[in-house]
Each structure stands twice: as C-alpha cells, then as structure tokens.
C-alpha cells in the first residue's frame, strides 16, 4: 500500500485487474505457514511478460492445495445429503436393550443423517430410479451407532460375495461410459434376470418407492435382523423402521424424468429449504421384535436380507422420534467426510449372522480407508463420537492427537493420566450365540424361495400403484437391446404373476410369452400387508408441500391474497411464476414478489398448481409455450389445478377445456381456494390417470 492508498479501497494493477485492500483490523490473507501474502492474482515472473519462476512459493502451495482437493466419490452412495438433528427417546427399553440412548424418556442423542442415491456419481441427478440410501449415526454417551439404510427394507441379494458383480452390472457399462445413473439398460436386467433372489427387490425397485418426491417422504429401513440384549444378556431380534411423520409421498415417472433436467438438485434443495424455514422434517423410529418361537413360525429366513416381516405379523412399535433441525456448514467436511459403518454398534445392539451384514461390517472400514486416506478418519469431527475416547492407537498419516507421555501399551504399571482399561461389566459385550459346524461355501436351503414376497409386494399395491410398476417394468426394459434378456425378464414376471408378465409383455409388443422361469421353490401366496403401499400411508396432509401459481399482471388482489392464506395455512408454502421477474403487481396495485420466470418454473416443481390470470394479460402466457406446458404437464402429472375465468383460453390452447375433472378447480366461480387446498390433502388426483 503506498502513501496516497487507504485500507479498504480498491485499486487497479498495471494489467488492469482489480485488487481489494483489506480494511483496517480486518483479516490479511495468508499461506498456509502463515506468512502474509501481498498480492493473490500475479504469479512471480522474470520480466513483466517473461516465464513463470519455481521460486513462487505462493502460488505452488496455491496450486498444490487445490490440486488436491477431490478425494474418491463413494463407489456406491455417491450422491447424498445430509443434516443434523437429535433423537429422542421415547420410554425406557430396558426390558430389551441395555444401550444407553434408549434407557432414558425424552433424553435426545445427536444425529447425522446422509441421504444418498446408490447408482450415479456425485454430480448425478436427484431424480433418477434408485433406491436411496438412509444412513444416521447416532452419538450417544457409549459411543457412535450408525445404521445404515435404505428407503427399502429388503435387498437384491443375499450374500455379500455378489456386491460388486451387482453394482458393477447397475452402473455405467465399462466400455462406454454410459448410461449413468439408471438401471434402464442391458447389463443390469442381464444380471438381475440371472438372479433370481432379486425379484422381490425388483419390484420395489420398479415402485414409485424409487422416484420419492423428497427425502422428507420416504421410509427408511435397517433391513438386516439385528440384535437387542439387555443387560444379563438376554437376546431379542429386531428390525428397525424410520416413519416419516410428514407421510410418504411419489412423484410420477415422467415428472421424475423433467425435474431431473429443471432442478438436478430437487431433493438436496427439498431439504435444505425445509430445515432453513424451520419446517423439521420428523421420523419416528420403529422396531419390530422378535423371538425363537417367532423363528419357528415364520415363513422365511430372518437372515435372509431379501425378505421382510409383514407388520402384520410382527407390528412396528415407535420407540423414538428424529428431528432434523440443522443444516451443516459445509458440504465437504461434514456431507463428504462423514464415514458410516455397520460394524459402529454400541453395548446393548449386535449383528446377526446375516451374510449380507457380515461382508457389509468387512466393508465398510476399508471404503472409508480408501476415501479418507487415513486410519485417523475417526478424528475428523464428523466421525468423532461425542463421548470420551481412550485408547492406545497412535500415529499413521495426518494424526492430530497423540497422547502426552511414555505410556501406549496395556497393560503397563505406570501412574498416568488417563491410563484407560477394559471394563468386562460395562464393555461392549457381543452375545454368546452358540455356533457350530463346517466350513462350508453354500446358500443355506431357507433362503431358496425367491418370489412369494415379490407377488406379496404386487398385490399389496393399489391398482394405481401396480400400474406404475407395469409402466416402469415397461420402460427399463424396452431399453433392453437384447430381446433374450427382456424375454427370461419376462419369464420371472410370470412366476411373481400373470397379471403383471401379460401387461408389461403387451406394452413391449411380445405376443407370445416364454415360459415361466423353473423356481427353486413354488412361490406361496400371502396375504397382502397395507404398510407396503405409499398411496395408503400419505397421511391425508398438505403440510410441507409447495403450490406453484403462475399469474399474470393485475391479477385479481381478493383471490390471490385467499389462495395465498389458505396455502399458509395448511402449512404449505407458494411459489409464484410469472411472465416477468419485477413489476408484476396484483389489481390493487400491490406489488407481488416474484420467485421464477415462467420459463423457469416448470410444474414439475410443485405439489399442486395454480394458473390465475387477469383478463387483460392472459395473452403474455398464451404467447410462452412454458406457460402451456405448465397446465398440460400439471394435468398429466394428476396434480389438482387450481384456476379463474380468465385462463379458459389457456385451458383450451391445451386442450383441456373439454377435460376438466373433479382434480380441477375453478376457484372464482365454481370452488374456492379452500376447497382446493382441502383437495390437495390427498397430494395427487391419480384417478384421472385411469380414464
Ligand atoms: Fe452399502 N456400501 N454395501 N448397503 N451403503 C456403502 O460405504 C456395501 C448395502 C448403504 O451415506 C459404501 O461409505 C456392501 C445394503 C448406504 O455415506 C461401501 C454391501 C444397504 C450407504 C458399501 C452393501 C446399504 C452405503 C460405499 C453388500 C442397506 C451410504 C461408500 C454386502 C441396508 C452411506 C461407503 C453414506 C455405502 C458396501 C449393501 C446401505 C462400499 C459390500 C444392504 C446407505 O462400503
């Protein structure tokens, strides 16, 4: 800074760039050594135009740090989201596990939960058939639990040795790079087709289950059989449930597919939005416990991961409510860097002999390795349990903790603080299941039937539902180039049902279907279980939900400023559309906060809509054919619509004048905008898909 310069100001340097000055007591950029730096846009060179120097320390760290920036993407979960929150305990569990964050009513332990999909890289979009991942770690006072989900509670397979051959098969063909993020492809139905254990996954693969309208709606499951053990030992089996209090909720396929090109970032927006407006999206935690005698009875394998307990045979009791109240503070270091592990349990929970959980609790520790680096990834403060730690691990890279004094090793018969030593009553105790017999490479028999769950599945479906699952069988599949796939596809269709196999074999235009494929057990038919369907557990709720309106200058004041209220009143919120960004004012000259041209603000990002025009502007909407796709595509997507006078030219530029059905309102003369919003509780008019 020379004499005639003051802090703060910017000046101009001799290439014309512009430099700020910092202001007075404010901070002065550094190196990395600490080491104030002069000027951070020109290199060191040998002449005004001359070569760079090697001497430039400045800008080789520069260079060097973010050079290094990337580390590996997780090899399945790539793209995820995630925030902070608590749970709270509901009552004392005692009677069935002694871990300590379910000793004490109302005690709140400290959650993280990453949301994720499994197939597409980090930069991948929201929206893509998958299934997501529902991973929390939970810190409680004798250290970190992490269960680590999915929004589906069964897998495609059964036996970890088959991991990669799946996900190696679901992702991008190795040749050619592509397709990414879907399954719509051959080597996946090649794979899956010679799987038959899958089938039952499939089928929620193939659900709307797979293009949920924000994490918010969905589920989440532990699907293995863990253990609970109290105390003295004694052992219960559970399984673990995350319901979501908002209620579930879908979008349809086509909306998946535009809103993955309007908004890659649908749901990692959906939940950063809700939590910044105070909006905490609630999960009440389930288990369903189980003993020997249950064993016995039930039809299945508890260790098989393909397989799920009806609620109606073993019912799901809340024991805990998770609230997500606090988005991070940056992505990289909490999102990125968190590292879950199925083998982080805690006394009072153990692992069954699921062989699918086996080969998960070797994994996992050795992803985080390659991703982090480091051993000492459990000291990144994301990883770090929020309780005491002591122990004798040391070194390795990027160690940050080393203990004082001479003492690493124990036993020892040192005086020293801490001096920590295992505790046989308070440790972590695994439970004492007897185990014998031989080494042995087999599936065990009681794994062998592969379709009686996935016809379960099927028929627990509305006939909304299962015709969506036609359509998505429909879709993946006549992407399949090689015609002997899709028909051995068909071929399992057949044994889950006919009803199933005939139609997707009809939308692909086979007209003679092959035969059945031979299972290794006779399916059996079971009686349909309620919980499996999303459309029967919405909650008849709008709250949380978001209404488009896309209006039009001098829009009438008295029923914008109705519909407005009753959105905010169901707990809603509004977005509004508009022809321009500013200047749009209501008929009483009031002005009205625009949030989205209407070329970027498509229907799709919305749980219902309203096109409200005035008379004398409706044309700026006919003239944009975003402002027609708005209404057609709200229409097709079985959204309720919401609309006035004025826009009966629109409605018939679309063609849907003629069309109108009980989805649609016209809330000035026929309906009012409380009625709407009273409709939209059941958030889709799915009927008007089945005309
Ligand atoms: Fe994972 N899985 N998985 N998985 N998984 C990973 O760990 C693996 C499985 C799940 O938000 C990886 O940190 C194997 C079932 C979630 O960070 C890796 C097998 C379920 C996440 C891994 C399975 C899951 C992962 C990759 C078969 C539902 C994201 C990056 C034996 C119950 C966690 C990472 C997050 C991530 C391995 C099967 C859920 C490689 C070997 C079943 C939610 O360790």
Known sequence: MNENQDSGDVIRGEGGELHQLPEKGKTTLTTQQGVPV???????????????????????????????????ERVVHARGYAAHGYFENYENLSDITCADLFQRKGEKTPVFTRFSTVAGAKGSPDLARDVRGFATKFYTKEGNWDLVGNNIPVFFIQDAMKFPDLIHAAKEAPDRAFPQAQTAHDNFWDFISLTPESMHMVMWAMSDRAIPRSFRFMEGFGVHTFLMLTKEGKASFVKFHWKPLQGLQSVAWNEALKINGMDPDFHRRDLWESIEKGDYPEWELGIQVFDETFLERFEFDVLDATKLIPEEQVPVTPVGKMVLNKNVDNFFAETEQVAFCTQNIVPGIDHSADPLLQGRNFSYLDTQLKRLGSPNFTKIPINQPKCPMHNFHQDGHMAVENPKGRVNYEPNSWEAEPNPRACPMSGFRSHSTPLEGEKVRVRSETFADHYSQARMFFNSQTPIEQAHIVDALSFELSKVAREDIRLRMLGHLRVITEKLASAVAENLGVETLPDPASPAREPIDLPPSEALSILLNSGNTFKGRKVGVLLTNKVDATLFRELEKQVKDAGASLEVVAPMRTGITDSKGKAIDVDHLVDGGPSVLFDAVAVIASKES?????????????????????????????????????????KLDAGCFDIEKASSPTEFIEACKVLRFWEREQH
């Open 38 to 72: 002069s000027d951070n846009q020109n290199s060191l060179k040998a002449g005004v135009r001359g070569p760079t120097l090697m001497e430039d320390q400045i800008l080789r760290e520069k260079l060097f740090h973010f050079d290094h920036e990337r580390i590996p």
């Open 618 to 658: 409706v044309q700026a909407l006919l003239d944009e054919k975003p402002a027609l796709d708005f209404l057609s595509d709200a229409y097709y997507h079985c959204k309720f619509i919401a609309f006035n006078e004025a826009v009966s030219v629109l409605l018939d530029a679309v063609g849907l004048k003629q």
